[in-house]
């Protein structure tokens, strides 16, 4: 297990790590006017909102709605190391995604319907977590994040390790409708503009894709993911 510690702002994201115990400090603009809401917190200090922009000068553009909370997050494994674990889980794997406001939605599906585990490449993603977790809207507690340094040099683990692979592609024939999930899934969604790489889908155990109408735009990376969730979910509870 990996722990890492960083800042994260947003006020819904502060307010749910406030009981927590990953929470270490909290943050928030002394010129609100809610702040005495926040005044039986022990962990909370009431700054001036420039103290709490200095916290995050190397996120252009973060909106930290004049919230930050430093976090201990634990929740981060090396695959081999999660393995060891043997988790009967299923994972959903992001691979190359362009929008960094993908991965907070996708993070939220996940939760929402039950899968509590993304595998993440760790050298593109690492020092861009606040953003992600502050995408989450709160989620990302809830969320073990596997780290790698290359998906395609994973997937034979998984297959040992009695996981099926499926990747999300729009040129199969193979629908969803139809597809029956095993009872691990290693799930593959590709980058926005490119999709999955090739090498990918070649190991890959099954290819699927979304039936839509001919006429429509292809769906959202993060729209894709939480269909394929919620029919995970409902199969699996024969709800479809």
Known sequence: MNISTFWIGGKQNVISVLNENICLEVLIDEKRKDIKNYKIF???KFV????I????FNLPGYNHQGFAAYIKYENIYEINEF??????????ALDDLQDIGNYGTIIRSCVAFGINTI???KNKLTKKLPIIFKNSAGSFKDINI????????????FQKNNFSVISLDTKTNNSLKKFKWSDKNLIILGSEDKGIKKNILKKSDYIIKIEIEKNSESLNVAQAASICMYDLVSKRNKLI
Do not use: A, G, P, R
Request: glycine share 0%.
């Open 119 to 121: 595998l993440l490449n």
């Open 48 to 51: 001036s909102k420039k103290l």
């Open 146 to 157: 596997i780290y790698t340094s290359n998906i395609f040099n994973e997937i034979i683990k």
């Open 42 to 44: 022990n962990k909370v």
């Open 83 to 92: 393995f060891k674990l043997k988790q009967n889980t299923d994972i959903i």
């Open 53 to 56: 922009d200095k916290k995050f």
